[in-house]
């Protein structure tokens, strides 16, 4: 077994054990692996592991990367990190789904590429939420959810599936996987279907899965540790 076999298993039988924990069932999670900063090649060795979902944080990577994997016909690409409104058009060329839709602008070039082009499927979309008091931090301000979620709701071309959260470095993630809980509350309150949380990296899955998570962003506990990026 490869270095990388042992700790995508690893970390497939903690996530079963969380699970059970939290009288969940494994099967209700899906694991993206983050492949940000690793090379094409290690989408292709995961790919050969069983993994179907990875996780990608920069614009311009993806696109390579996801092109290099073309062949890798029923991969999911996850855009998980700061998107440019500029970029919405390509991204949807590889992306499924857009974990971190956060603010107007976005969503409307979202859309409007795909009502440009019918031939795209329907985009899965999480509204990020900033669990921090930093404004400047990705994520809608928690009392612009529901007004946000309103707007998704009635873009044509996505399809809103949930929320997104990345707990803050200075806080018990337990205690902020609490508010996610609340945000997935208020989404739902608008489309009721949108009932899925992305949430939990390397460091506080557990506590993720503990708090409702169904999508799991984990990387460097599986890939290892990330090159360095110039
Ligand atoms: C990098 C990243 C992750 C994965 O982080 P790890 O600590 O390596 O598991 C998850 N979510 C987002 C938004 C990221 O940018």
Known sequence: MTALAQRLADTRSEIEDAAAAAGRSADDL??????????????R???????????????QEASLKAEECADLDDMTWHFIGQLQSNKARAAR???SVVHSLDRES???????????DPTLPMLDVFVQVNLTADPGRGGIEPENLVAFSEQV?????????????????NE??????????????????????ASFISAGMSHDFVEAIA??????RIGSKITGERPLHG
Do not use: C
């Not at 899906?30 to 090649?41: D, G, N, R, Y």
């Not at 060795?45 to 944080?57: F, K, P, Q, S, T």
């Open 106 to 116: 976005l969503l409307v070039a979202l859309e409007r590429a795909g009502l440009d």
């Open 153 to 169: 709701a009635a873009a044509s071309t996505l399809n809103l599936v949930g929320v997104m959260s990345v707990a803050p470095l």
């Open 172 to 193: 018990d993630p337990a205690r902020a996987f609490d508010r996610v809980q609340l945000a997935s509350e208020q989404v739902r309150s608008i489309v009721p279907g």
């Open 45 to 59: 060795e995961l790919y050969d592991l069983g993994v179907r979902n990875v996780g990608e944080n920069r614009h």
């Open 30 to 43: 899906t694991l993206i692996v983050v492949t940000k900063f690793h090379p094409a090649s290690l989408v």
């Open 93 to 95: 060329q590889y992306a």
């Open 211 to 216: 708090a409702g998570a169904t999508h799991l």
